[in-house]
């Protein structure tokens, strides 16, 4: 179709016109998700040792899970330090919010996933590994540890034994010698691919959080987050160290809990062959961006090194149909959303003058139970 072009670039150029088409409005009612978040108990087992300078806490008889998430191996090793595609044992529990602690025996670090393909898995190593080389996770990995109300909450990056934490910052206010403690979840990421969360909801209370809670409003409120109790606020909290967006429960769960969400996702990049864009996107529509793409860039071809498939004004073409294609979309998916996802009042029958000013808004917005 294009000489010169291959697999790669084909296959980059539709996932970015899927990525456009995706951005020309804050929500498509064809990438509404749900899904549950679970919020665990408070580990408050043995005690805990903090040293001033020094980001590894020590407990004593706690007992805390190491691999219960993930527990596999590097068959390969890691053959140099940086950005490193590679296939691990198994990728049971490794998703793209994982933290992994590699190495335990021989140079151990903490790196996060930033990308998976398959069976590949993409983080950034700061030192070469082995051959199979270990790869662990911790359900306690991305909890909060808080020692009292009078100090910060520290995020859990690794758990290295039963007795071995490894924390987010260095610890700085005053030796800590078998101490009590409490870990627990306060920041977190929803699912991978979240784009806008639309709601939360508490079945237990039951109640619908409140989202995109300021920080300012929080730290007006309680700046030393000194509550615990059933979750009323979701509040932003920006990019975890995988560059998932962290939200902050407001406030925390000692007990456990799960609350149901549903959100917006942001499409995965279509890498294998089976791959498919977004149902209600029309595959002409990103053929013709790619095809927008395709002659907009030069492949010189020796021995004149030139290339007679560039073509600015077929790309100019191409452009005008993609843009148009993407309105039809856009008009598409507004009936669409209107169709499937308003309230029909009248759904039981004619209720009467009489019921409808009973049931009617007041002022205030409140309905007139």
Same mark, same amino acid.
């Given at each position: ?117 398959? &069976?590949?898995? %993409?983080?950034?190593? =700061?030192?070469?590994? @082995?051959? +199979?080389?270990?790869?662990? $996770?911790? /359900? ?67 109640? &619908?959080?409140? %989202?995109?809670?300021? =920080?300012?409003?929080? @730290?007006? +409120?309680?700046?030393?987050? $000194?509550? /615990? ?141």
């Amino acid at each position: 179709m294009r000489a010169g072009a291959d697999v790669t670039c084909w296959r980059d150029w539709l996932n970015d016109r899927v990525h456009q088409v995706i951005d020309k409005r804050p929500y498509w009612s064809g990438l509404l998700k749900r899904g549950v978040l679970n919020l665990p108990a408070a580990t408050t087992t043995g005690n805990i040792s903090l040293t001033i300078g020094s980001n590894v806490a020590v407990g004593t008889s706690t007992n805390w899970p190491v691999s219960d998430v993930v527990n596999t191996t590097i068959p390969s090793g890691i053959a140099r330090p940086g950005n490193v595609w590679f296939t691990p044992s198994s990728l049971q529990g490794i998703t793209l919010n994982s933290t992994l602690y590699v190495d335990s025996a021989g140079t151990p670090e903490v790196t996060s996933v930033q990308q998976m393909r398959g &069976t590949q898995v %993409l983080c950034n190593f =700061q030192s070469a590994h @082995n051959l +199979n080389c270990t790869v662990t $996770q911790s /359900s306690l990995v991305g909890q909060q540890l808080l020692i009292s109300k009078n100090n910060p909450y520290f995020s859990i990056l690794a758990v290295t034994s039963s007795t071995g934490l490894i924390l987010d910052n260095e610890w700085a206010y005053q030796n800590i010698t078998n101490g009590g403690y409490q870990i627990f979840l306060a920041y977190t990421p929803f699912a991978p691919d979240v784009k806008e969360l639309l709601f939360v909801i508490d079945p237990i209370q039951p109640l &619908t959080l409140r %989202l995109h809670v300021p =920080q300012n409003w929080l @730290n007006s +409120n309680d700046p030393i987050r $000194q509550n /615990s109790n059933s979750p009323i606020w979701i509040a932003d909290l920006g990019p975890n160290a995988a560059g998932n967006q962290l939200f902050e429960i407001y406030p925390p769960s000692l007990v456990q809990y799960q609350l149901y969400y549903g959100y917006y996702q942001q499409w995965p990049d279509m890498t294998n062959p089976g791959d498919r864009p977004p149902l209600f996107i029309n595959p002409t529509v990103l053929m013709h961006g790619a095809l927008a793409d395709a002659f907009r860039m030069k492949f010189p071809q020796p021995p004149k090194f030139d290339d007679p498939w560039y073509n600015p004004k077929a790309a100019d073409d191409y452009e005008k149909k993609f843009e148009l294609g993407c309105a039809d979309l856009v008009t598409a998916d507004n009936s669409k959303a209107q169709r499937d996802y308003e309230w029909d009042f009248n759904a039981f029958g004619q209720s009467g003058a009489n019921y409808d000013q009973r049931h009617a808004i007041d002022t205030g917005g409140d309905w007139m139970f």
